[in-house]
């Protein structure tokens, strides 16, 4: 850490125009492990300059997310628009400085000055027309137009950073032009607000995807201008979809609360989005304390992750078969909630355990229990399949058999299996498989008896009449 900051501050800072996408999601991971790691300290920042399109809506679901993730932070949320007097402050020291200045060119002078570049084969930079310079002269301001503020850039020289994540960079000023801070509305540009934020807020290190790298230049520029401390900088890749696209809306679920909502838990949510560019060793299983203790930056890696549904249904998976149940059947009456079932917890949690090995998600284990609290509604072909005239005579021994017990237990229903096979001389899978359809809808369960044991005894009973 530089000798500038007397500890380590990181943030994230998401834009409220929609959900807290995966690929933020795993940038805040990261700097929340990195800050707690070294016993700093995590910040979240709403950059909410886009206004058109920033809502409260995406505020809070953004919110709700971190929290579901439990990415808590130290301060914040911190909102942007809420410190425009900060922003004019500081380009106010710009322009008295020498570093920033009024630029009067209206779109149909810019759109000019790139199509006579473009025919001369030059690359479309602004050639600094309005920039004061000793021994120009500039032409009056033009009635009528409101100026936008652009940082007055270095000429020449390199820009030069050790990455964090990709090692030294380096870039030519050549290759920048003189950026816009301030819009004509006064709202401050992404490239302008960050910095004053950063610098205001100690932020030492900024973790942030590799579509910012060409961001980096200007910022360091603008921070030089300031005479700011300069964080370090650690650009994380992309992440892919499972078609080696961008991970996109597009293409299926990146928003972090449809997962939520679609029954996974923020343990293995976590444990996944830690892996996709970073590893411990060969650790695929690990707890959030786990990683702040190992997370100090380093193996972090430059290329590209690939989202993989199979993987976080595998990890997730797992926590699902070791949370607490009683917590688990929380979550499992949530899901049903959704489905229009309304059940309590003690009617759930003594079955969550004989499915949950079978689960990827909270929502699959709904999936289980939906059989006990609705109609079978066996199809068709099942019925047509398994429910045949040569085990109906079966169907009625057991269901005989099962009326007539005291105790409805595993073991009772063990016994009255027993003698329904004896009696009919059918083997387990003949009976068991019709009785599956019947009574659960389905033709597979884990083993019957168990099963069986967590209905009510009238409606089993209900559901064989069936046949």
Same mark, same amino acid.
């Given at each position: 850490?530089?000798?500038?900051?007397?500890?380590?501050?990181?943030?994230?800072?998401?834009?409220?125009?929609?959900?807290?996408?995966?690929?933020?999601?795993?940038?805040?991971?990261?700097?929340?492990?990195? @800050?707690?790691?070294?016993?700093?300290?995590?910040?979240?920042?709403?950059?909410?300059?886009?206004?058109?399109?920033?809502?409260?809506?995406?505020?809070?679901?953004?919110?709700?997310?971190?929290?579901?993730?439990?990415?808590?932070?130290?301060?914040?949320?911190?909102?942007?628009?809420?410190?425009?007097?900060?922003?004019?402050?500081?380009?106010?020291?710009?322009?008295?400085?020498?570093?920033?200045?009024?630029?009067?060119?209206?779109?149909?002078?810019?759109?000019?000055?790139?199509?006579?570049?473009?025919?001369?084969?030059?690359?479309?930079?602004?050639?600094?027309?309005?920039?004061?310079?000793?021994?120009?002269?500039?032409?009056?301001?033009?009635?009528?137009?409101?100026?936008?503020?652009?940082? %007055?850039?270095?000429?020449?020289?390199?820009?030069?950073?050790?990455?964090?994540?990709?090692?030294?960079?380096?870039?030519?000023?050549?290759?920048?032009? *003189?950026?816009?801070?301030?819009?004509? *509305?006064?709202?401050?540009?992404?490239? !302008?607000?960050?910095?004053?934020?950063?610098?205001?807020?100690?932020?030492?290190?900024?973790?942030?995807?590799?579509?910012?790298?060409?961001?980096?230049?200007?910022?360091?520029?603008?921070?030089?201008?300031?005479?700011?401390?300069?964080?370090? !900088?650690?650009?994380?890749?992309?992440?892919?979809?499972?078609?080696?696209?961008?991970?996109?809306?597009?293409?299926? @679920?990146?928003?972090?609360?449809?997962?939520?909502?679609?029954?996974?838990?923020?343990?293995?949510?976590?444990?996944?989005?830690?892996?996709?560019?970073?590893?411990?060793?060969?650790?695929?299983? !690990?707890?959030?304390?786990?990683?702040?203790?190992? !997370?100090?930056?380093?193996?972090?890696?430059?290329?590209?992750?690939?989202?993989?549904?199979?993987?976080?249904?595998?990890?997730?998976?797992?926590?699902?078969?070791?949370?607490?149940?009683?917590?688990?059947?929380?979550?499992?009456?949530?899901?049903?909630?959704?489905?229009?079932?309304?059940?309590?917890?003690?009617?759930?949690?003594?079955?969550?355990?004989?499915?949950?090995?079978?689960? %990827?998600?909270?929502?699959?284990?709904?999936?289980?229990?939906?059989?006990?609290?609705?109609?079978?509604?066996?199809?068709?072909?099942?019925?047509?399949?398994?429910?045949?005239?040569?085990?109906?005579?079966?169907?009625?021994?057991?269901?005989?058999?099962?009326?007539?017990?005291? *105790?409805?237990?595993?073991?009772?229903?063990?016994?009255?299996? &027993?003698?329904?096979?004896?009696?009919?001389?059918?083997?387990?899978?003949?009976? %068991?498989?019709?009785?599956?359809?019947?009574?659960?809808?389905?033709?597979?369960?884990?083993?019957?008896? @168990?099963?069986?044991?967590?209905?009510?005894?009238? &409606?089993?009973?209900?559901?064989?009449?069936?046949?």
């Amino acid at each position: 850490m530089s000798s500038t900051f007397d500890k380590v501050r990181t943030r994230i800072a998401p834009s409220p125009t929609g959900f807290l996408h995966l690929g933020t999601a795993r940038t805040a991971l990261y700097s929340w492990a990195y @800050a707690r790691h070294h016993g700093g300290e995590f910040v979240l920042r709403i950059e909410d300059t886009d206004v058109a399109r920033s809502t409260q809506d995406s505020v809070d679901q953004i919110i709700a997310a971190m929290n579901w993730l439990g990415l808590s932070y130290d301060e914040g949320p911190i909102y942007q628009m809420q410190r425009l007097h900060r922003y004019q402050a500081v380009v106010e020291q710009l322009i008295a400085e020498g570093t920033a200045y009024r630029c009067y060119a209206t779109p149909e002078d810019l759109e000019a000055m790139r199509e006579a570049q473009r025919a001369r084969g030059e690359k479309t930079l602004y050639d600094r027309r309005w920039r004061p310079e000793p021994g120009k002269t500039l032409p009056a301001p033009p009635e009528g137009v409101k100026p936008v503020i652009r940082f %007055a850039n270095p000429v020449d020289g390199d820009v030069t950073w050790d990455d964090l994540v990709k090692g030294p960079i380096t870039i030519n000023n050549r290759e920048i032009d *003189d950026l816009i801070i301030v819009r004509q *509305d006064g709202v401050p540009t992404y490239n !302008f607000a960050v910095v004053v934020d950063d610098w205001d807020m100690r932020i030492s290190h900024v973790f942030r995807g590799d579509e910012h790298v060409n961001n980096t230049p200007w910022q360091i520029n603008i921070f030089k201008a300031l005479e700011a401390p300069l964080p370090s !900088f650690g650009h994380l890749p992309i992440i892919l979809g499972d078609d080696g696209l961008k991970l996109s809306k597009r293409r299926g @679920a990146v928003s972090v609360m449809d997962y939520a909502a679609n029954g996974y838990l923020p343990e293995g949510m976590l444990n996944y989005l830690a892996r996709l560019g970073w590893s411990h060793g060969d650790d695929e299983l !690990f707890s959030a304390e786990q990683m702040v203790s190992w !997370f100090d930056g380093g193996h972090l890696s430059k290329s590209p992750a690939q989202w993989d549904p199979a993987k976080l249904d595998w990890v997730n998976g797992h926590y699902v078969k070791h949370i607490d149940e009683a917590r688990l059947a929380d979550l499992v009456v949530a899901q049903l909630a959704r489905r229009g079932i309304a059940v309590g917890v003690d009617e759930v949690q003594p079955k969550v355990g004989l499915f949950k090995d079978r689960c %990827a998600t909270v929502a699959a284990l709904a999936d289980w229990l939906v059989m006990y609290f609705t109609p079978a509604n066996p199809s068709a072909d099942d019925l047509a399949a398994h429910v045949t005239d040569a085990v109906r005579p079966a169907l009625k021994v057991l269901a005989e058999r099962l009326a007539a017990l005291t *105790d409805w237990n595993k073991a009772a229903m063990q016994q009255a299996l &027993k003698e329904t096979l004896s009696i009919s001389g059918l083997k387990m899978p003949q009976l %068991a498989v019709p009785v599956r359809v019947l009574v659960c809808g389905r033709a597979q369960t884990p083993p019957l008896d @168990a099963v069986l044991e967590h209905f009510d005894k009238k &409606k089993v009973l209900e559901r064989l009449q069936v046949a």
